[in-house]
């Protein structure tokens, strides 16, 4: 295992391996481990108990977070025609003409979320071995495929803090929740509100305990677990 630095181990000192914190403990841990020089991201990562091999068993939504990530957020249109000027007039940071799509099938990836309109799908569809592994590929589930009229809504929501999740092929989630500069308050309502959503986007075939695990951490700082039956109460 490569050598940690200092300032991760002294983070790191600060946090009892084998403890289950409660939601408030985890938050209030985060904030003290932030060690960077930056202001670190502050991620979410949850366990769940479903089997994604299965269809039936896929957990995939949209959250918007009450307090945003505190970030800026580049949001790219793929819209041709009048629904290009809808997207412009609503905000959208860059609206894909075919120019655009070339960039992209090129590598050009200088955006935070993507949306389509239904009628550009069909050139969208070329983009998937881009955007997909980034997990900007438009989709109708997660909500960012909508007609021109959804616009305006999708690009506010994108700015305020719109987070999609969904289960990777280990069962787990992972999701930011805001930064570590933010209030204890606004990083616990944030959190709650993601489980809120996990649970909600619980699949009808999943059994047993459906969030089994629940870890927080800084980005470059230590995990932080937390007890997942106190944080899904």
């Not at 289950?20 to 949850?46: G, S």
């Not at 609206?95 to 799908?121: C, H, L, N, Y």
């Not at 989709?139 to 007609?147: D, S």
């Not at 805001?178 to 709650?192: H, I, M, P, R, V």
């Amino acid at each position: 295992m490569p050598k940690r630095g200092r300032k991760y181990e002294e983070a790191a000192a600060k946090v009892e391996r084998n403890k289950l914190y409660t939601r408030a403990e985890a938050i209030k841990l985060i904030k003290e481990t932030a060690t960077t020089n930056f202001d670190p991201t502050v991620e979410v990562h949850m366990r769940l108990g479903v089997d994604p091999r299965h269809a039936d068993q896929q957990v995939r939504d949209v959250v918007v977070l009450p307090h945003g990530l505190g970030k800026t957020v580049r949001v790219l249109v793929f819209a041709e025609g009048e629904d290009a000027n809808v997207a412009r007039e609503a905000g959208a940071d860059v609206v894909a003409d075919d120019e655009v799509i070339k960039r992209i099938q090129e590598g050009w990836t200088d955006f935070d979320v993507a949306i389509a309109v239904p009628s550009m799908m069909g050139k969208v569809g070329r983009l998937g071995r881009v955007l997909g592994p980034r997990g900007l590929m438009p989709n109708p589930r997660a909500g960012t495929v909508a007609p021109a009229a959804d616009l305006p809504r999708l690009i506010d929501e994108a700015r305020a803090g719109r987070v999609e999740f969904r289960v990777d092929k280990t069962s787990n989630i992972h999701a930011p929740i805001g930064k570590a500069s933010f209030s204890e308050e606004q990083l616990n309502d944030n959190l709650a509100t993601l489980i809120g959503a996990v649970k909600r986007a619980r699949p009808a075939a999943a059994k047993g305990t459906y969030i089994q695990r629940v870890t927080v951490a800084n980005t470059m700082g230590p995990g932080i677990k937390i007890d997942a039956q106190e944080a899904t109460l």
